[in-house]
C-alpha cells in the first residue's frame, strides 16, 4: 500500500491513567501542528484498542489551542483507554481502519502491555509488507518499563505516596498502639511502596527512627508473615506503634487466591480492587502481636489506595509534567524521521542539577519485560529503601511539605506511682 507524502496519525492511551498522561498526548498534539506538511490530520481512538476496532475515532486536529493547554493539566486518559490485547481476528479489523483513515503513523502511550500490544501490531505490519510506523510512548505509574531511568507519572504517584504516608503517620503518632497498614499499588515492583519513604524526610525537629513509614514491603524481596510479624513487633516495642506500606504484589507471594480478582486480557489478575490483603495483614498481626501495656487496645488498621493514588490534581510533580509532554514530543519528531517498532525513553543526564532527555530504544527490549527495584535501593532487612533511592527519586517529585513534632522538649519528672486502669 502506498501513501501520499502527507499522511495520518493515530494517537491511544492504553492501561491505567496517570496524572500526566494528557501532556504526552498534548505533546503530540503540539509537535504534529508543527510538522503539519507531514502530518495531516491526528486521529484519537476512543478508549484505545476498543475504539479502535469500533472505528470509534475523534479528530483532534481542531483542537482549540486553549482546551489543549488545559487538557494537558487535566489527570486521567482524556482519550479514554483500555486493557485490550489484539488477538489474531483483530489485525484484519485494524489494518482496515488504518487503510480507510489514512492512518501511516501510531502514537500507542501505555506501559509494558501496550508495548507488547504495539509490538503485536507492528509485528503484522511487517508480515503485511505495510508501511505502517508505530512508537511505544511510555506512561505507568509503575515505573516498571525498561531501558528508561523512570516512566512519566511515576513522578507524580511517588508525590501522592509521600504526602499519603506524612498524614497518615501523622494520625497514626496521635494514639496509642496505634499500628497502620497501607496497601498500594505495584504488581511486580515495588516503586510506589519505595516512594512512600520520603515521607520520612518531611518531619523537622524529630529522630527520623521515629518518622513513618516504619517498615515497607516490596515484591522485590520474598515476604515472610513470619518476618513481617517479628519487624512490626520490634518497631512496636521500640516506639509504641508502627506505620507499614506493603505492595499489592507480596500477595502472590503469600500464594492465597483470595486476594486477586479478575484477570484482564494480559493475564494481570486485579490486586487492588479490594481491601483483602490489609484486612488478612491486619488479623495476622491482632492475632500474633504480643503486647504488654496499660495504654489500652490494640488500635490495628489498613487502608488500600486503589485508584485514587493514579489521577489526583493539586499533586503533579512539575518535573514529571514536563517530561511526559517532552516524550510525546520527541516521539512525533522520532517518528518523522523514520523510526518505528521503537519506545521513547528518558535518560537521565545530570542529578544536580536534575536534567534529562529522550531516547529511542528497540520495542523488544521493553515489551514483556519489567524493571525492578535495584538490590542496592533495598535495605539489608528488606523492609525500607537506602539513600541511593533517596537519591534517585527526590528529584523527580518536586518540593515536599514539612511537618514538625515535639520532638526531644523535656518531660516534667513524675511524682507519684504507676497508675494501673482497671
Known amino acids: 500500500m502506498s501513501y501520499a507524502a502527507r499522511a495520518n496519525a493515530l494517537v491511544l492511551q492504553s492501561g491505567g491513567p496517570t496524572a500526566v498522561i494528557n501532556q504526552t498526548l498534548a505533546g503530540i498534539l503540539t509537535a504534529a501542528r508543527r510538522n503539519a506538511k507531514q502530518i495531516k490530520t491526528v486521529y484519537g481512538a476512543f478508549h484505545g484498542l476498543h475504539g479502535l476496532l469500533n472505528e470509534n475515532l475523534l479528530d483532534l486536529s481542531e483542537l482549540p489551542e486553549h482546551v489543549l493547554e488545559g487538557l494537558a493539566q487535566t489527570p486521567g ?32 502511550i501505555g506501559g509494558n502491555d501496550s508495548a507488547e500490544a504495539a509490538q503485536l501490531i507492528r509485528s503484522e505490519a511487517n508480515e503485511r509488507h505495510h508501511g505502517l510506523h508505530i512508537l511505544h510512548v511510555p506512561k505507568t505509574i509503575d515505573n516498571d518499563l525498561m531501558e528508561t531511568d523512570h516512566s512519566p507519572g511515576y513522578g507524580s504517584v511517588a508525590r501522592v505516596a509521600a504526602h499519603v504516608l506524612l498524614g497518615d503517620d501523622l494520625d497514626n503518632r496521635s494514639f496509642y498502639n496505634g499500628i497502620k497498614i497501607n496497601i498500594c499499588m505495584g ?24 518518622c513513618g513509614p516504619h517498615l515497607i514491603y516490596m515484591p522485590e524481596r520474598s515476604f515472610s508473615e513470619e518476618q513481617f510479624i517479628r519487624d512490626i513487633q520490634e518497631t512496636y516495642d521500640r516506639i509504641g506503634r508502627a506505620t507499614v506500606v506493603v505492595a499489592e504484589g507480596i500477595a502472590d507471594q503469600l500464594r492465597n487466591s483470595r486476594f486477586a480478582g479478575e484477570k ?28 504488654k501495656s496499660n495504654l489500652g487496645k490494640l488500635r490495628v488498621r489498613s487502608d488500600t489506595w486503589g485508584y485514587l493514588q493514579r489521577s489526583l490534581p493539586g499533586m503533579v510533580s512539575v ?68 539513600n541511593a533511592f533517596y537519591d534517585y ?6 518540593e515536599l511539605p514539612k511537618a514538625y513534632s515535639l520532638g526531644s522538649v523535656g518531660k516534667v519528672n513524675k511524682k507519684l506511682t504507676a497508675y494501673v486502669r482497671s
Request: charged fraction near 25%; aromatic fraction near 6%.
Open 393 to 398: 527519586v527526590l528529584p523527580l517529585v518536586g
Open 187 to 210: 504488581r511486580h515492583a515495588g516503586w510506589i511502596a519505595a516512594a512512600s519513604a520520603l515521607a520520612r524526610r518531611c518531619v523537622e525537629n524529630e529522630d527520623r527512627e521515629n
Open 264 to 291: 484482564d486480557e494480559f493475564g494481570n489478575a486485579q490486586l487492588s480492587g479490594s481491601g483483602k490483603l490489609g484486612d488478612y495483614l491486619a488479623h495476622s498481626i491482632e492475632k500474633h502481636l504480643r503486647v
Open 319 to 386: 518535573v514529571d509534567s514536563q517530561e511526559a509532554f517532552e516524550v510525546g514530543a520527541a516521539a512525533v519528531e522520532f517518528m518523522l524521521q523514520g523510526a518505528t517498532d521503537k519506545t521513547v525513553v528518558l535518560k537521565r543526564v545530570s542529578d544536580i542539577p536534575y536534567s534529562s532527555m529522550p531516547a529511542l530504544v528497540d520495542l523488544a527490549l521493553v515489551a514483556q519485560k519489567t524493571k525492578h527495584v535495584p538490590a542496592q535501593m533495598i535495605n539489608a532487612a528488606g523492609n525500607g529503601v537506602t
Open 77 to 108: 486518559a482524556a482519550l479514554g483507554s483500555a486493557r485490550l490485547k489484539p488477538k489474531r481476528e483483530d489485525l484484519d479489523r485494524l489494518f482496515e481502519v488504518f487503510h480507510e483513515h489514512r492512518i501511516r503513523y501510531v502514537f500507542y
